[in-house]
């Protein structure tokens, strides 16, 4: 069974920076691709960063774009997110999440089925 740890999350002043982990187990972490959510108080869950199984491409939200990180570890079975320049509007509690395709790129249209309990950003002003 697919399992998805994050960590790392945090309380941070506005321009700090974060690195979320997140720990996969269950199956060969290298032939899939990975993904980062979050979601805010009263909003949907969205989009925030994706690799490819092989890390060799990535995506990232517009809002995002220039300030975060995605990388990924297959020895460690671990994906990042660094993030840095951090915003108020980063606030969120951040998801880590998996498909059930092989060798997938991890875009936003990639059907993700597994997901992790969450960690809580916190930015403030």
């Known amino acids: 069974q697919v399992q998805l740890v994050e960590s790392g999350g945090g309380s941070v002043q506005a321009g700090g920076s974060l690195r979320l982990s997140c720990a996969a187990s269950g199956r060969t972490f290298s032939m899939y691709a990975m993904a980062w959510f979050r979601q805010a108080p009263g909003k949907e869950r969205d989009f925030v960063a994706g690799?490819?199984?092989?890390?060799?491409?990535?995506y990232y939200a517009d809002s995002v774009k220039g300030r975060f990180t995605i990388s990924r570890d297959n020895a460690k079975n671990t994906v990042y997110l660094q993030m840095n320049s951090l915003k108020p509007e980063d606030t969120a509690l951040y998801y880590c999440?998996?498909?059930?395709?092989?060798?997938?790129?991890?875009?936003?249209?990639?059907?993700?089925?597994?997901w992790g309990q969450g960690t809580q950003v916190t930015v403030s002003s």
């Open positions: 999440a998996t498909g059930a395709s092989t060798y997938g790129l991890g875009s936003p249209a990639l059907r993700y089925n597994y």
């Open positions: 690799i490819s199984w092989s890390g060799g491409s990535t």
